[in-house]
């Protein structure tokens, strides 16, 4: 193992769900406003994963006042406080960029099925 190797298994995090495109996720950031911070909230469904290791990234859409917004998140960012899956969606592609056209119930993904 190369010393980049090992400097970058020590920064990735272990507490991370299993996260796929589709599911709604609820993703606690810290936010810097001025010489404070606080814990920002933000839920909305996972529209896809990108890179790999230590640069993965999701990005997470959600409906704020009938407008759309997306944000990016580095997972393994140490801004990044938790992530928690709400429910898993179904998904047959691995980016859902057809989300952004839809509106209101038809932006909604079927709950995937929990094999018991």
């Given at each position: 193992?190369n010393?980049l ?6 920064q ?19 936010v810097?406003?001025?010489n ?30 009938g ?6 998140f ?5 801004r990044?406080e938790?992530?928690?899956?709400v429910?898993?969606?179904?998904a ?9 056209k ?7 993904l ?7």
């Open positions: 193992m010393i190797d090992e400097v970058v298994s020590s990735l995090r272990t507490d991370l769900p299993e996260i796929a495109p589709g599911d709604t996720v609820r993703v606690a950031a810290k810097v406003e001025g404070r911070e606080r814990i920002q909230v933000f839920e909305g469904t996972v529209m896809r994963l990108r890179g790999g290791c230590i640069t993965r990234s999701i990005t997470v859409r959600r409906i704020a006042s407008v759309g917004v997306e944000r990016t580095k997972i393994h960012s140490p990044i938790r992530i928690e899956v429910r898993h969606g179904v047959r592609r691995a980016q859902l960029y057809f989300l952004r839809r509106i209101g119930k038809a932006a909604s079927r709950e995937r099925r929990v094999n018991s």
